[in-house]
């Protein structure tokens, strides 16, 4: 058969090369379905990992190593009876001026107000029972305890509710984690405070709430009921709006992880592509 005139024999012994622009849809191609399979992986790791900050107690001194049910929780723990990480004897101690449990004296300035002390004890048993906790755990090297939470997102409405019950209530210190005097075996406070009112030491909802438990909590601007912020109190009657907000927190910072996971994969497979478009 004829040849067209714009076609031509290639040299003996050398087969035909696709053409540039082939190479070019291979590459891209290529480079996008390896980043399908490293976004995909990525997101099965976090998925799975996820799953460990949902549902979980501490590793702290008087904290169950698993959450389950505790039909009798004391008084203002009961919201917490479906599902806690605190026992029933725990629940009980924490209601007591001095408890047991750390040897901490309420009152170690003078008598505190009830409506101030019924908010340490809520603090105290969403501390030792919650189990919607996980994304704000950190490993701390204490004696007492192995984990703590910090910068928990605390509702707007229960931090202000906290700080005007016990605004004129007393007290001799801005930071309660550190620095009393336990030589009499509970907290005494140190020779050079001087016990004033806490609107005194705590001007503002946001210095209680986030000064007196070493950053803790971190006060939300969101309100109770948005799903965006933890509530120290709530009725159990409506269920556990806490589950939610862990749920929420903890997919998000998951998604952190998983974007910041497939950025050093992002930056090989452009050099890939860099690469395979060059030759």
Known sequence: MGQSRHSRALPAGKAAQPPLQGQKDMAWKLTAALLLLAWLSAAMCSARD???????????????????PEDKLHDQCSPWRKNACCSVSTSQEL?????LLYNFNWDHCRKMEPA?????????????????????IQEVNQSWRKERFLNVPLCKED??????????SYTCKTDWHKGWNWTSG?????????????????????????????????V????????????????????????????????????????????????????????????
């Open 50 to 68: 996820g799953t460990e900050l949902l549902n979980v107690c501490m590793d702290a001194k008087h904290h169950k190593a698993k959450p389950g």
């Open 220 to 279: 939300s601007k969101y309100s109770r009921g948005s799903g965006r912020c933890i509530q120290m109190w709530f009725d159990p009657a409506q269920g556990n709006p806490n589950e939610e907000v862990a749920r929420f927190y903890a997919l998000a910072m998951n998604s952190r992880a998983t974007a910041h996971g497939i950025g050093p994969v992002l930056v090989i497979l452009a050099l890939m592509l860099q690469l395979c478009l060059l030759n």
């Open 186 to 218: 509970s907290n005494k406070c140190p020779a050079e405070a001087v016990c004033r009112t806490f609107e005194f030491y705590f001007p503002t909802p946001v210095a209680l709430c986030e000064g007196i438990w070493s950053h803790s909590y971190k």
């Open 159 to 168: 931090c202000e509710s906290w700080w005007r019950d016990c605004r004129t």
């Open 116 to 136: 101030c002390k019924r908010h340490f004890i809520q603090d105290t048993c969403l501390y030792e029972c919650s189990p919607n906790l996980g994304p704000w």
């Open 95 to 99: 209601h007591k001026d001095t408890s």
